[in-house]
């Protein structure tokens, strides 16, 4: 069991190297704005029986969780995905797989809706071919529910120092965990946004923890796409004090220095319209080709039909280009709570106004809204997760990004660009509070109207089929009388 703690702070922080001492329960130091993530590597067999039992079943396995609320970053945390939880598996093709079983596993995050096969979206077929044979997701607000589960049942009463380190996650911005067959391999990432740590980790038993502390570093000949850190690393337990260490690698994704707003226009109705508003519509870079995107999670309340997407003269007063991908199937007439599945994804490609001069501008997407189970205030609240907004480029070269020791994989969308792709990320920052959802209240029946309107569409539709029956008996008994017109005019040819 191997574990990476990796601190960044920004290049004008004041972190002191001296201020860091290597004792014998770990290394201690001050307390600083930084970034950090954690990573545990935990091998196959040192996992429970149960656990590496379910995960043989498949050849792949990722989930995701990303907090609702805004956050700071510093490269190479550059990567983002829209707030909730994704999980994205390819079953093995030696052993049986069973999407219920791992469901009733994961329930320890919390009430999922994942406990049918048909909660998962199947698999769909894009320009590169089949990819994702099975998706799921679902808006979850924190993690209390699995770290509470996992400091009952992972940490003894008496290991105060593995019970604090997974209260740790209350706090966390994201939390990746990543398993494949080949490597036999199971990958815990966690990750904390900008603000202040205290850069001490301590030592774990049977832990092999690895500590770096980082700035970025403006090395010669680094180029738009490259990244590099310098600073100290130490192996805990095995080194008396730090070692300098220096890293210069390319990075698939990367900071721009953009951000974006996302609201619905009012008013909402029955087709609500999302608006994005992004901060510039210069490209981050020249000397490669790149266009901006928006990747929408949109849960089973709503959906955009991809019919409206085929019209160009329809886009461009949306300053949209086309949509590149959509999740299928997508119902286009079923209630809410008739889907069986998680909801749709939606790939669009923007079009941002071209001009010499630097502005702010918007986009606009059209979306349908289900009907929705009834309620007894009458109006129920949606929650639309804030989309993955970024320019992706494709600045050509040799140079393989997954050298990034940081790299993040499987976030939904980099899989359906070319593998050369840099993705450079605007940050959202809600105009409003810090939570990046967009929220709408809509208007339902009322539960105690529901009888009442049951009733009378009944009644309606029992009426309707009486009439059209009584209409077709009387005009199949009436008597064949002809016309009186036509008696006449027969009668004058006489």
């Known amino acids: 069991m191997r574990e990476t703690v990796t601190f960044v702070y920004p290049p004008d922080g004041a972190v002191d190297p001296k201020a860091f001492h ?22 196959l067999d040192q996992l429970p029986p149960d656990i590496a039992s379910l995960l043989q079943g498949y050849h792949a396995l990722h989930l995701t969780w990303t907090s609702p609320h805004a ?27 069973d999407p219920v079983k791992l469901c009733e596993m994961l329930q320890i995050m919390g009430p999922l809706d994942c406990m049918t096969t048909e909660a998962w979206t199947a698999a769909h077929t894009t ?5 994702g044979p099975l998706s799921f997701y679902q808006q979850l607000e924190h993690l209390s529910a699995s770290v509470e589960s996992a400091t009952r049942d992972l940490c003894p009463d008496t290991d105060s120092i593995c019970q604090s380190r997974l209260r740790t996650l209350y706090t966390a911005a994201s939390l990746d965990l990543s398993y494949s067959s080949t490597d036999r391999a199971l990958w815990i990432s966690a990750f904390w946004p900008l ?9 774990l038993p049977g832990r092999q923890t690895e500590v770096g502390i980082f700035t970025k570093d403006s090395a010669p000949n680094l180029g738009p796409y490259g990244v590099g850190l310098h600073g100290i690393l130490n192996v805990l337990e095995d080194q008396k004090e730090p070692s300098p260490a220096l890293f210069i690698f390319r990075s698939r994704h990367k900071l721009y220095n953009a951000s974006f707003a996302s609201e619905f226009l009012r008013p909402i109705g029955v087709h609500p319209t999302l608006q994005f508003k992004l901060s510039t519509n210069k490209p981050p870079v020249q000397d490669a080709e790149c266009a901006p995107y928006a990747y929408l999670t949109l849960p089973k309340t709503m959906f955009a039909n991809r019919y409206h997407f085929e019209d160009k ?9 086309a949509s590149r991908y959509t999740t299928l199937p997508v119902e286009l007439e079923a209630p809410e709570y008739n889907i069986k599945t998680w909801g749709s994804n939606v790939l669009l490609q923007l079009a941002p106004p071209i001009s010499s001069d630097e502005q702010i501008w918007t986009a606009q997407v059209p979306l349908h809204l289900r009907y929705l189970k009834p309620r007894a205030s009458g109006y129920t609240q949606v929650e639309v997760p804030y989309p993955v907004v970024f320019w992706a480029c494709q600045p050509g070269g040799d140079e393989d990004p997954a050298s990034n020791p940081f790299d993040r994989r499987h976030l ?24 990046v959802m967009s929220s709408i209240t809509v208007p339902v029946l009322r539960e105690d109207s529901a009888a009442w309107v049951r009733l009378g569409t009944t009644a309606a539709m029992v009426l309707g089929c009486a009439w059209v029956i009584w209409n077709l008996l009387v005009a199949l008994t009436a008597p064949a009388q002809q016309d009186p017109k036509r008696k006449e005019a027969r009668h004058r040819v006489k």
């Not at 956050?71 to 797989?97: C, N």
């Not at 660009?417 to 920052?429: L, Q």
């Open 127 to 131: 320009e590169r071919g089949v990819w």
């Open 71 to 97: 956050y700071d970053t510093l490269e190479p945390f550059s990567s983002r995905q829209s707030p909730g939880l994704r999980v994205f598996l390819t079953p093995s093709a030696k052993r049986a797989h």
């Open 412 to 435: 939904g969308y980099d899989e359906l660009f070319s593998p050369g792709t840099i993705f450079w990320h605007v940050s959202p920052k809600p105009e409003v509070g810090n939570r």
């Open 195 to 203: 603000r202040e740590h205290s850069i001490t980790v301590l030592v």
């Open 22 to 43: 290597v004792q014998p329960a770990g290394l201690l130091g001050p307390a600083a704005d930084v970034v950090r993530q954690d990573r545990l590597t935990v091998g």
């Open 313 to 321: 003269i329809f886009l461009a007063s949306k300053n949209l280009s």
